[in-house]
């Protein structure tokens, strides 16, 4: 009964390991569901591991940053892995590599081209509680992205930009 437990538990937790090309800023955010556990390794590093969790967001990058974000690792059984931040004036959360909401249009960038869509929420946010932007740019995740052909392609299309706060690579 013993080792059926253990195999259990092994099958319910799921892991990443990554090596980011970025080293100031770590974030591990958790919505309190289930069990999550990130490490900030340092040098650009970070581990997480979760299990019968609701929503987190674990990652390393650079804290007000418009450059080149890429990464080496993987993430066994994660929904999402890809570039995640915030920009500030006006609110803006993003996720580079995934799909949802209202269609604003596609962009190029060095990496392929994209389709930005946007869908206006209201819940927690890096200023608390209330409304905000959340931009899903579907089109490859895999790394590296250079952020600012991302921002400038938003732009292009008639998509606010606002300032940069954060840009992570997220689990």
């Not at 190029?108 to 905000?132: A, V, W």
């Not at 089109?139 to 292009?156: A, E, I, L, V, Y």
Request: glycine share 16%.
């Amino acid at each position: 009964m013993k080792l059926r437990m253990m195999f259990v538990l092994v099958i319910l937790m799921c892991f990443t390991c990554l090596f980011v090309t970025a080293q100031d800023y770590y974030q591990c955010w958790t919505d309190g569901g289930g069990s999550v556990n990130g490490q900030n390794l340092g040098g650009g590093h970070y581990k997480v591991s979760w299990s019968n969790c609701g929503n987190f967001v674990c990652g390393s990058g650079w804290n007000s940053y418009s450059g080149s974000i890429g990464w080496t690792g993987s993430a066994n059984n994660a929904q999402y892995l890809g570039v995640y931040g915030w920009k500030t004036n006006p609110l803006i959360e993003y996720y580079i590599g995934r799909g949802g909401g209202s269609q604003k249009g596609t962009y190029s960038t060095s990496r392929g081209s994209y389709t930005l869509y946007i869908d206006n929420r209201n819940g927690p946010n890096i200023q608390g509680n209330g409304p905000f932007m959340q931009y899903n740019c579907s089109g490859t995740s895999s790394g590296p992205h250079n952020m600012q052909q991302h921002f400038s392609g938003w732009s292009q299309i008639g998509a606010q930009v606002g300032s940069p706060n954060y840009c992570i690579v997220a689990t």
